[in-house]
């Protein structure tokens, strides 16, 4: 995983690098860390070459540079690149959502919140990843986070998004070992529910944004409910 962090403070640099090499030995993953003092160093850098995971600055010393205009240029051209600005200043923080920032992180640098966002952060890049799918013949990409749901057929299986439906020859097993399962959840024997569609849960019945009810079975209702406890506090808990 490559991570960047853009900032003209040379000591966030120090602080970010010995939390990051702290949390890749705890998760046993390996990171690319990399240091840009201006936002048009990094854009250029990105012209070549790949980036999974950037910490922003929004204030830089010359002033010559602002953080806002560069994540709006930076999610434009590279929409799958997460970005957390990293800031002291909370009154930016509108502006933030409006560049469709991923996260906002404060100055000092705390290890449990940037443990937690580069947690999420992960299963962030899980969800923007593509599946190849063949529909009638036309084969067709789709993103991991548009998926509602799963459901068992004969054979296989069959993928549902808000819009389209896909025949799959995976059965639930192997979608099982596929997705990500902090946020898909095996609810019932013959459905496989992406937990951020969900909209109402109620009496052991899902609502899902387009509309689709699925069932939960009584053996799974209380699995559900702390997995879907857990899904929502990771992922807008925070």
């Keep these: 995983m490559k991570i960047i962090l853009c900032d003209d403070e040379k000591i ?11 949390f890749s030995i705890e998760n046993h ?7 840009f003092a201006k936002p048009s160093e990094l854009f250029d850098y990105m012209q070549t070459n790949e980036a999974d995971i950037i910490f922003m600055d929004l204030e830089f010393g010359d002033g010559a540079e602002d953080g806002i205009r560069w994540i709006k240029n930076i999610k434009k051209h590279f929409p799958r690149t997460v970005v957390i600005i990293l ?16 996260r906002f992180m404060t100055k000092p640098i705390r290890e449990d919140e940037l443990f937690a966002y580069l947690h999420v952060s992960m299963e962030e890049l899980q969800f923007t990843k593509s599946i190849s799918l063949m529909r009638r013949g036309i084969p067709h990409d789709i993103l991991i986070r548009d998926i509602c749901y799963l459901s068992a057929q004969s054979g296989g299986s069959e993928l549902w998004t808000r819009t389209d439906v896909y025949y799959c020859e995976e059965s639930l097993l192997q979608w099982e070992h596929r997705l990500p399962m902090d946020s898909f959840f095996r609810c019932h024997s013959k459905y496989l529910v992406n937990m951020a569609h969900i909209i109402k849960c109620e009496r052991q019945i899902l609502t899902l944004v387009n509309g689709e009810k699925i069932p939960v079975s009584r ?20």
């Design 29 to 35: 993953i390996k990171n690319d860390f990399l240091y």
């Design 12 to 22: 966030i640099f120090e602080q970010m690098n010995i939390l990051l090499e702290k």
């Design 219 to 238: 053996r799974r209702w209380k699995a559900f409910q702390l997995a879907y406890m857990k899904f929502d506090t990771k992922n807008y808990g925070l």
């Design 87 to 102: 800031t002291a200043y909370e009154k930016r923080y509108k502006e933030g959502y409006e560049a469709r920032a991923f």
